[in-house]
């Protein structure tokens, strides 16, 4: 049993810290307001993600199965989605909010960012598939716990490496550089997505 938790927490660990828009948007939120105002965009981020996994455990993936449709307006949205961010970063004016107690993207922003994320569809399904495919609830809810847990530092991890990155992007024009280059990966997931 230890080992099927184990194999667990490294597939969290392998899916949650993996580049994805929501972990280069608090790489960027890091970077513009610092770790502690971009704790709100982790938390719900960490959130959505569980109650998607939670719900994908409990049913969600066998509506997907009779609504086909219904995946492919999400993967058209998510798409949408990834296009809006990237072109928001692209014309950021790169002036970072040094203001004590300047607010990050809100819980509420980062719990959707999930939802309409194509990877935290992919990772509920396949993770699920794989730890509770059987729809047993207790593992279900054991899967759901530790993936919890490694989703929230895997996430932080990306808001304090940017929140180093601070120091570096002190000039409008370098941080103007490094949205760009954002914006560039977020188009590029988008682009990915349309062409799968």
Same mark, same amino acid.
């Given at each position: ?8 927490? @490294?597939? @969290? ?8 828009? /929501? ?16 704790? &709100?965009? /982790? ?21 997907? @199965?009779?609504? %086909? ?9 998510? /798409? ?5 961010? &990237?072109?928001?970063? @692209?014309?950021?004016?790169? /002036?970072i909010d040094a203001a004590e107690g300047s607010k990050g993207p809100s819980a509420w922003y980062g ?6 994320? %194509?990877? !935290?569809?992919? !990772?509920?399904?396949?993770g699920m598939g794989a730890y509770a495919a059987n729809g047993d609830t207790t593992m279900i809810w ?21 929140? !180093? ?23 590029a997931s988008a682009i990915y997505l349309l062409l799968v």
């Amino acid at each position: 049993m230890n080992n099927l938790y184990l194999s667990m927490a @490294a597939f @969290a660990l392998a899916a949650s810290v993996s580049p994805g828009p /929501v972990n280069i948007m608090a790489l960027r939120s890091g970077t513009q307001f610092g770790f502690r105002a971009s704790l &709100a965009h /982790v938390t719900g981020a960490t959130i959505g993600f569980t109650v998607l996994l939670l719900l994908t455990g409990l049913g969600l993936h066998e509506l997907l @199965a009779v609504l %086909p449709g219904f995946t492919r307006i999400i993967q058209w949205a998510g /798409v949408a989605f990834l296009l809006f961010l &990237a072109y928001k970063l @692209a014309i950021d004016n790169g /002036v970072i909010d040094a203001a004590e107690g300047s607010k990050g993207p809100s819980a509420w922003y980062g719990a959707m960012m999930q939802w309409l994320n %194509p990877k !935290a569809w992919l !990772a509920s399904i396949a993770g699920m598939g794989a730890y509770a495919a059987n729809g047993d609830t207790t593992m279900i809810w054991h899967f759901t716990v530790i993936y919890f847990v490694i989703c929230y530092l895997s996430i932080a991890a990306w808001a304090y490496a940017g929140t !180093a990155l601070r120091q570096l992007f002190k000039k409008p024009a370098l941080m103007r550089g490094f949205n760009r280059s954002l914006a560039l990966l977020l188009f590029a997931s988008a682009i990915y997505l349309l062409l799968v």
